[in-house]
């Protein structure tokens, strides 16, 4: 096969498939595969992917690697499986799966610092003002995120304006400065001390991995990570991920429901910080942890359209 022969509807079509822009004239969009193609290098063995849901109340992440059975291992021969069908190998083991609100985290931090004593008395009470993001910014990476080693880190793509809005609003400059504050520390971390930190740093437009996921069909992206979860696509490494996993499922399922004293039952969720009160968690966790197996998979498409393709 050869690009060259390919209408611009199939080009789009593969630029979609391999996580690319589809913007463009079919020559560009031509030379944007082949530099995708050429650039491709195998993920190691030891590949751990750090995914990334940006929120200041709903920061979630989760941790991926392939196993060597997963069809998204390089070494396997075979394509990558629709998510509905994935019932024997799974795609990737699950390390971790967290939610973190970091308004909270950081005003229990400046409670106990208060109670010590302390000459500063600017600014530092505001949580938005840059010393105290760039403090929270700093904290998460050194409490919650270097510590679980990742090799790769993918961080969902903020915008400035959302659902065509003419105005900017004052929250999203907020989320938009800890994108920032993340990607400056990370990158000043792997520049000083490789040794703590020297893996690969990357955004992910949450559009492309949504049109790759749904498409024109319009299933939303819980119903397909809830699929995976009941047919095995996930195998759950730990007793902290599977804790977060039947709390995930058990949100939904429970929503509203009433124990024997008239309290909602959230025991497990509890156990893992889920509210179940509301679906905003288990829409970040659904994003963070979908964006990394979509980032896979767009890896393996682009493997596979390297061997395929004649590039002569």
């Given at each position: 096969m050869s690009l060259s022969n390919l209408s611009a509807k199939a080009l789009h079509r593969l630029a979609t498939h391999c996580g690319l822009s589809k913007n463009g004239t079919k020559a560009i969009l031509t030379a944007r595969l082949q530099s995708a193609a050429l650039n491709y290098s195998?993920?190691?063995?030891?590949?751990?992917i750090l995914s990334i849901d940006l929120g200041?109340?709903?920061?979630?992440?989760?941790?991926?690697?392939?196993?060597?059975?997963?069809?998204?291992?390089?070494?396997?021969?075979k394509p990558s499986p629709n998510p509905k069908s994935t019932k024997k190998q799974p795609l990737v083991t699950l390390h971790a799966w967290r939610h973190i609100n970091l308004l909270e985290q950081q005003q229990k931090e400046n409670k106990n610092e208060k109670e010590s004593p302390n000459t500063n008395d600017n600014d530092d009470d505001d949580p938005?003002?840059?010393?105290?993001?760039?403090?929270?910014?700093?904290?998460?990476?050194?409490?919650?995120?270097?510590?679980?080693?990742?090799?790769?880190?993918?961080i969902e793509r903020q915008r400035f304006r959302s659902g065509g809005q003419a105005a900017v609003q004052e929250w999203t400059l907020r989320v938009n400065?800890?994108?920032?504050?993340?990607?400056?520390?990370?990158?000043?971390?792997?520049?000083?001390?490789?040794?703590?930190?020297?893996?690969?740093?990357?955004?992910?437009?949450?559009?492309?991995?949504?049109?790759?996921?749904?498409?024109?069909?319009?299933?939303?992206?819980?119903?397909?990570?809830?699929?995976?979860?009941?047919?095995?696509?996930?195998?759950l490494a730990s007793e902290e991920v599977r804790a977060m996993a039947t709390a995930?499922?058990?949100a939904g399922q429970k929503k509203g429901r009433k124990g024997k004293k008239g309290e909602e039952d959230v025991s497990v969720a509890e156990e893992v910080g889920l509210d179940t009160g509301t679906w905003t968690k288990r829409d970040d966790l659904t994003d963070c942890l979908l964006q990394g197996i979509v980032w896979l998979e767009w890896h393996r498409n682009v493997d596979e359209m390297k061997r395929t393709v004649d590039w002569s």
């Open positions: 195998p993920l190691p063995p030891s590949a751990r200041l109340r709903n920061f979630a992440f989760s941790l991926l690697t392939v196993p060597p059975s997963s069809p998204l291992n390089p070494s396997s021969p938005f003002a840059p010393p105290s993001m760039s403090h929270r910014a700093v904290s998460l990476i050194l409490q919650h995120l270097l510590p679980l080693n990742p090799t790769h880190i993918l400065t800890l994108e920032a504050m993340l990607y400056a520390s990370l990158a000043t971390i792997k520049a000083l001390n490789i040794k703590k930190w020297n893996g690969q740093l990357l955004a992910v437009p949450p559009s492309r991995v949504v049109k790759y996921l749904v498409g024109d069909e319009g299933v939303g992206e819980r119903l397909l990570l809830e699929r995976m979860l009941e047919a095995g696509g996930l195998e995930f499922r058990e």
